[in-house]
């Protein structure tokens, strides 16, 4: 089993920059896919960007793209949401999560990941 923590959400105005980040503990060596997800009061949980651990390739939900970069660095089994120009739309609880899939289920967004994080929460203000 892994374990997931993230951090580094806040509140920010819109146009701001947020950098979150999810250390993962235990059998890491069993996922290859890591992934950011949020979910919006009243909305149903949705996929914002995964990686690929063993090559580094990624997904990203079209509304996230070009604003949003999802990193990771191994030595420290830690990935990164670095998050820019930030929306009203993009406030939400942000999750991470990990699975060992097939590379074409990790960059089609990770639809059912077994393991979670507890979130953290991210504010945009207009």
């Known amino acids: 089993q892994v374990q997931l923590v993230e951090s580094g959400g806040g509140s920010v105005q819109a146009g701001g920059s947020l950098r979150l980040s999810c250390a993962a503990s235990?059998?890491?060596?069993?996922?290859?896919?890591m992934g950011w997800f949020r979910q919006a009061p009243g909305k149903e949980r949705e996929g914002v960007a995964t990686?690929?651990?063993?090559?580094?390739?990624?997904y990203y939900r079209d509304s996230v793209k070009g604003r949003f970069t999802i990193s990771q660095d191994n030595a420290k089994n830690t990935v990164y949401l670095q998050m820019n120009s930030l929306k009203p739309e993009d406030t939400a609880m942000y999750y991470c999560?990990?699975?060992?899939?097939?590379?074409?289920?990790?960059?089609?967004?990770?639809?059912?990941?077994?393991?979670w994080g507890q979130g953290t929460q991210v504010t945009v203000s207009s």
């Open positions: 235990g059998y890491t060596y069993s996922n290859n896919c």
């Open positions: 999560a990990a699975d060992s899939v097939p590379p074409y289920v990790c960059l089609a967004g990770l639809p059912h990941p077994k393991s």
């Open positions: 990686i690929y651990t063993a090559g580094g390739i990624t």
